[in-house]
């Protein structure tokens, strides 16, 4: 039963409504933020880790701040703070007002956040990594939380009769709210944000308990309606500038975006350098690809020194490639007549491969994660390719013993397995390449690091070949080397392999023990860096929001 001290007259299920919203809002403003941070700050273990304890802080500091607001009082104790209250236009100290007032504020806390995110994290990008994801979490993500938070311990005191229904009405309420996060969950993270874009999700989280902000304030039949709806309005409004059409803002500039996508494994982006006659795809700011538009090829050589030494092998050769990115090197292993199986979990990847970067040969194509997929085929290939990262991380379920025996066992005998593996080489930065290496011996492979001029001090391109038995791949003729990749003169005979250098020292992954993130956080801050201040600055210089 409704508690009679808050003289409330609203049927009951308007307050399990409110509740089960509040659920889905806190949920959905969490993945927003997510998605607003990570071309900046990165999708990394330590931005995620800043989300949740901004998060956490928030919920907890609204439990209790709701909690003490949903105090009884005595009449007397009522009637002077009612004669004392003065806050802001609301004048009635009942436990409905402060309901009222906590989900006005919450609701233009949620239509502000891209106006605040668009003016903040530009500032906080010279700040650090950390540093900014803290403070832009403080501003954006903390405020809407804390005021949502505040609200199922004042639908608790409203809805509770008595102490002996209380724990009955704070599981129901509970309940009700995680059902209304698992629905928004679904709703924001499957549909709305891949399919409409954050904009329209944005509006949505705040339309909602905007909508449930209106009636309550209707239904109190006071000014407070009308002050209520124009400062929503004027949120909108604002909302509307910040994040209106930037094409206005850019005409001139010497950068064009033709894709920019949000969606849950991120913000996708393929965009022009016109000096330079470039073309990129980034993964929240991150590059995945990095074409030169007059030849459409990769002006990164690892892709040439791939299709370099997968030319040993005769036409027709099956391969299990995974991760498209812009589809560069798939495009030279159909040019040796290859027959690749691409494994990529990003369904837009193929898209913006055939639109944006020229990709027109029949492959086939599997949405799925790659770990899931070698569990689950028949197929064995002659040469397996891992060319894969989620921004600028390296999924750790894939860098494993287990996994590596699993693929083992696809790679036919006379075949070849190579991993990209872009980090540091030496020194205490260079375990997560001791780590994998080991791994792989560990795994039964035979193992080598092609020589890629790898130069210390930061992180480049190297190459893992395995194998089940020795191969020596400068006994090959190379008679089927594209003319394309001639130009690079990649060694065939002498200096093929990186003599030297020792495992030793790396640590034997597994899933039990599934660390990449850690040995890889060094890679991870440095990719970001450079993120930040080659790709978020410079488009932002340009004239193109956080949108």
Known sequence: MIDKNTEISLPYNFFYLIAFVEGGAVLATELICAQLFAPYFGNSLQTWAVILISTLTALTAGYFSGGYLSKKKTEDGRRKTEERSQLFFLKSDTLLHKLNLCLLVATLAIILQPFIAGKLIPVTLNTGIITGAFISAIFILLPPLFFLGMLSPMLIQILSADTTTSGKTSGLIYAISTSGGILFTFLFGFFLIPHFGMKTAIVLNSLIPATLTGYLLLS??????????????????????????????????????HYNEYGLLGQLTVADDNLAHSRSLFINHISQSFMYIPSGRSLWHYVHRLTHYCSVKSPSSKVLLAGMGGGLLVKELTGLHFIPDVIELDERMKNVSEKYFGLNAKINFHTDDFRHYVKTTFHRYDIIIIDISFGENQPSNIYTMESFMEIKKLLKEDGLFFIHFPDFLYGEEGLAVRSVGKTLIESGFFVKLLNTKHKPGSPGEIIFLATHKPVALENYLYDQLPEFTKQYKFPTKNNLYLEGYSFEGGVILSDDKPIMDFLHEKTVMFSRKEGIEIVSKTLLEQGYGIF
């Not at 002050?227 to 930037?246: E, Y």
Request: proline share 0%; no cysteine; charged share 20%.
């Open 220 to 257: 109190q039949k006071k000014n407070v309606f009308f002050w209520g709806f124009s400062l929503i309005m004027l949120s909108f409004f604002l909302l509307g500038i910040n994040t209106g059409d930037t094409n206005q803002k850019v005409k001139k500039s010497y950068i064009k975006v």
